[in-house]
C-alpha cells in the first residue's frame, strides 16, 4: 500500500511541484496519474522509490516511511519496486539480455535462477527472441517493453512507470499499456503516469488528475 | 557467504575487464605510478645499501696515529709495546716510514713521484683497533694518543662511517618527506584516473543505483581496479629500481674492488617489495575509494 499525506516538494529553485498531496493506492490496483507536462506527476513517482525526498508530509510504501529512511536503506526499497523511467535509461553497451540481468547482478540469484527470471520477464513483454540483440536495434515500442522487462525481473509487488507511451504511435502505445494491465491482473500494483488522457479513457480504472502540483480530482472505479 | 565471495570475484572481474579494455592507458597509467615509487624505493635501497656500510666499518674502530717524522724508529717501537699492553687495544700493527713509501712506491704511476721526491716525506704510522667497541673509548684513546710524546696526530679512522651514518640519517628524512608528497601524489592519480573510468560508466552507475544497487556494489569494482592499477605501479617501481641498482652495481663493483671488498648495493628484501606491493595497492585503492564516493556523493538526490 502506498500513502500520501499532506506532501509537498519544493525544489531549491524555489519551483513548488507538488502542494499538499493526500492520496491512497491500495494493494493490487492500477492507478492512473493524468496532467500536463509540469504537473507534477514525474515527481510524485519519484517520491516513492526516494529518488526525491518530499519537503513536507509523509510518504509511506508498505508502512514505511520512505521519505525519512537512511541512504544505506534506500537500496533495498529499490528492489522491491519495479520502475519504468521516462527516458527509459537503457545501457546501450550491452545486449537485451544483460540490461534485463542488472538487477539481479546485485541481488542474491543463483546464475541458473537469475537467467531463468531474465528469460521468463523478457517472455513477458515478448522480446524473447531478441535477447541477444543490443537496444539500440529495437523499435521505440520494443525499448519500453525491454525497460518493463527490466522493471519487473526482480517481481517487484509495486510497479512505477513515468510516460511509458510518450513517443510511441497509438498500436504501440496500446500494446503497453495491456503489459501494465496483465501484471495488474496478476495482483501487481501498477502506478501509471501519462498525459494521455485518451489512452486513459479505454480502462475503467482510478485516475488522479495533477495540475500544478495539486490534486484536481479522481474519477473513475475507485 | 558464498554469495558475497561470488560478489567480490565478479566486482574483481569486472575490474581486471576495465582495465584491460584500455590497454595503452592503462600502461601509462602503471609507468606513471611506478615512476611515482620508484624514487623513494629506490632511495630506500640506496640507504639500505649506505648503511650496511656505514654499520660495516664502524664494527672495526681504529685510530690511526701518526708520529713526527723526527721521532727516533725506537720511540715508535716503544709506543706500540705500551699499547699492546693497554687492556683497550686489540691490536696495533705498526707501517714504518720505509713500508709506507714502498706501498706507495708499488702503488702504478706513483713510482715516479716517490724518486722525485728526494726524502721520505712519510711518518710511521701505528694502526690501533681498540678490543671494545664504542665511540667514548675510541675517542678517548685518540685524545690520549693525540698527546703522547712524539705524536703528531692521533685520528679516528671511523669518523668517516660516523659522517656517513649521519648524513644517511638526512637522508632518511629526506626519503621520507619525498615519499610523503610522492603518496599523495600517487592517491590523486588515482583519484583521477578513477574519476575518468567513473565519467565513461555514468549511465551504469546511475541506473544500477536508480534500481536499488547498494553503495558498496557500486564502488567495488572501482576499488579493486584501484588496486589493481596500483600493485601495476609497483610492478614498475621494481622493475624499475632493479635495473637502476644492476646498473649502479657494475660501477660500485670496481671501486670496492679497489678497497678490497665485494660491496655490493642490495636490492630490496621480500618483505621490502611485499611492503612496496601492499602500500602501493591500498594508495591506489584510497585514491578509488575518494573517488567513487566523491562521485556518489555528487549523484545523490536532495
Do not use: C
Not at chain 1, 139 to 166: F, H, K, W
Not at chain 1, 171 to 195: K, P, Y
Not at chain 2, 213 to 240: E, K, N, S
Request: aromatic share 6%; charged share 20%.
Amino acid at each position: 500500500m502506498i500513502s500520501f499525506s499532506a506532501v509537498s516538494k519544493r525544489f531549491p529553485g524555489g519551483k513548488e511541484a507538488l502542494r499538499g498531496l493526500s492520496f491512497t493506492v491500495e494493494d493490487g490496483e492500477l492507478l492512473f496519474i493524468t496532467g500536463h507536462s509540469g504537473a507534477g506527476k514525474s515527481t510524485l513517482l519519484k517520491l516513492i522509490p526516494a529518488i526525491e525526498r518530499p519537503s513536507s508530509g509523509t510518504v509511506l510504501v508498505n508502512g514505511q516511511n520512505v521519505g525519512a529512511l537512511k541512504p544505506a536503506a534506500i537500496p533495498y526499497l529499490r528492489r522491491n519496486l519495479g520502475l519504468v523511467f521516462q527516458d527509459q535509461k537503457l545501457l546501450y553497451d550491452r545486449s537485451v539480455y544483460d540490461n534485463v540481468m542488472l538487477p539481479l547482478v546485485f541481488s542474491d540469484h543463483s546464475p541458473r535462477e537469475a537467467a531463468r527470471r531474465v528469460r521468463a520477464a523478457l517472455d513477458k513483454v515478448g522480446l524473447l527472441g531478441r535477447e541477444r540483440a543490443n537496444p539500440i536495434q529495437l523499435s521505440g515500442g520494443e525499448q519500453q517493453r525491454l525497460a518493463i522487462a527490466r522493471a519487473v525481473v526482480n517481481r517487484p509487488s509495486i510497479l512505477i512507470a513515468d510516460e511509458p507511451t510518450a513517443n510511441l504511435d497509438i498500436d504501440s502505445a496500446g500494446d503497453i499499456l495491456d503489459i501494465f494491465v496483465e501484471f495488474n491482473r496478476v495482483g501487481v500494483n501498477v502506478l501509471l503516469a501519462t498525459h494521455d488522457l485518451g489512452l486513459v479513457e479505454r480502462f475503467a480504472t482510478r485516475v488522479l488528475r495533477l495540475s500544478e502540483g495539486r490534486l484536481l480530482g479522481e474519477s473513475g472505479a475507485g | 557467504m558464498r554469495s558475497w565471495l561470488r560478489q567480490h570475484r565478479l566486482a574483481l572481474a569486472a575490474a581486471a575487464r576495465k582495465w584491460l579494455a584500455q590497454r595503452a592507458a592503462a600502461l601509462l597509467n602503471a609507468l606513471a605510478l611506478g615512476v611515482a615509487l620508484a624514487l623513494p624505493a629506490g632511495g630506500f635501497a640506496l640507504l639500505e645499501g649506505l648503511q650496511a656500510l656505514s654499520t660495516r666499518s664502524a664494527i672495526d674502530p681504529q685510530v690511526s696515529v701518526f708520529m713526527r717524522t723526527d721521532v727516533a724508529p725506537q720511540a715508535t717501537q716503544q709506543l706500540a709495546a705500551r699499547l699492546r699492553r693497554d687492556p683497550r687495544v686489540h691490536r696495533v700493527r705498526l707501517i714504518t716510514r720505509e713500508d709506507a713509501l714502498q706501498s706507495l712506491r708499488d702503488t702504478s704511476g706513483l713510482a715516479d713521484v716517490v724518486s722525485a721526491l728526494g726524502s721520505n716525506p712519510l711518518p710511521d704510522t701505528l694502526v690501533v683497533t681498540v678490543a671494545a667497541s664504542g665511540e667514548k673509548t675510541l675517542d678517548q684513546l685518540a685524545e690520549e694518543l693525540g698527546r703522547a710524546p712524539g705524536v703528531a696526530q692521533a685520528q679516528v679512522d671511523a669518523l668517516w662511517a660516523r659522517r656517513l651514518a649521519a648524513l644517511e640519517r638526512v637522508g632518511r628524512l629526506a626519503l621520507v618527506l619525498v615519499a610523503g608528497i610522492l603518496a599523495v601524489g600517487l592517491v590523486a592519480i588515482a583519484f583521477n584516473t578513477i574519476r575518468l573510468q567513473i565519467l565513461t560508466l555514468r549511465d551504469e552507475i546511475e541506473v544500477s543505483k536508480l534500481i536499488g544497487a547498494t553503495d558498496a556494489f557500486i564502488q567495488r569494482p572501482f576499488l579493486y581496479l584501484g588496486l589493481l592499477q596500483g600493485l601495476a605501479g609497483a610492478l614498475v617501481a621494481l622493475g624499475l629500481v632493479w635495473g637502476a641498482l644492476a646498473l649502479l652495481n657494475t660501477e660500485v663493483a670496481g671501486l670496492a674492488r679497489t678497497y678490497g671488498s665485494d660491496f655490493r648495493l642490495p636490492f630490496l628484501s621480500l618483505g621490502e617489495v611485499v611492503g612496496l606491493a601492499l602500500i602501493a595497492g591500498g594508495l591506489g585503492w584510497l585514491g578509488a575509494y575518494m573517488s567513487v564516493s566523491k562521485y556518489l556523493r555528487e549523484i545523490e538526490p536532495a
